[in-house]
């Protein structure tokens, strides 16, 4: 068996994915998808990230959004997680926003792609 995470099951739901199969999915999918935030932050923690100074980019994102890990902005625009690796070590410290992965990121690069998106 498949287990998907809440954030990949809605990914696959609003993508046409066949969740009528899903019992009683179609009770809470609607709301659920209403609430979630439009872009999915996850920053790397892992060692080589860490090493390369992936704490200050955690800090930044933190620091920019207002919000700490495992948290969700006001406007439901941001959510931010951490991962022990996001499988691109040799390019540390990085960040992920939805599917894009940030690399090679500093503080500086944290708030100039925040604001873009903001
Ligand atoms: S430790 Fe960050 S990508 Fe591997």
Not at 11 to 21: D, E, F, N, Q, R
Not at 74 to 87: R, S, V
Not at 101 to 111: A, C, D, I, N, R
Request: glycine letters at 8%; proline letters at 7%; aromatic letters at 6%.
């Amino acid at each position: 068996m498949v287990k998907l995470t809440r954030r990949e099951f809605l990914k696959l739901a609003a993508a046409g994915a066949a969740v009528a199969t899903i019992p009683a999915a179609g009770r809470w999918l609607e709301p659920a998808l209403a609430q979630e935030p439009k872009y999915w932050i996850v920053v790397c923690n892992g060692p080589t990230c860490a090493y390369m100074g992936g704490d200050k980019i955690l800090e930044a994102v933190k620091s920019e959004l207002g919000i700490d890990v495992g948290e969700t902005t006001p406007d439901n625009k941001f959510h931010l997680e951490t991962q022990p690796c996001l499988g691109a070590c040799g390019t540390a410290p990085n960040m992920v926003v939805e599917d894009k992965l940030y690399s090679h990121m500093t503080p500086e690069k944290v708030k100039r792609i925040l604001s873009e998106l903001k």
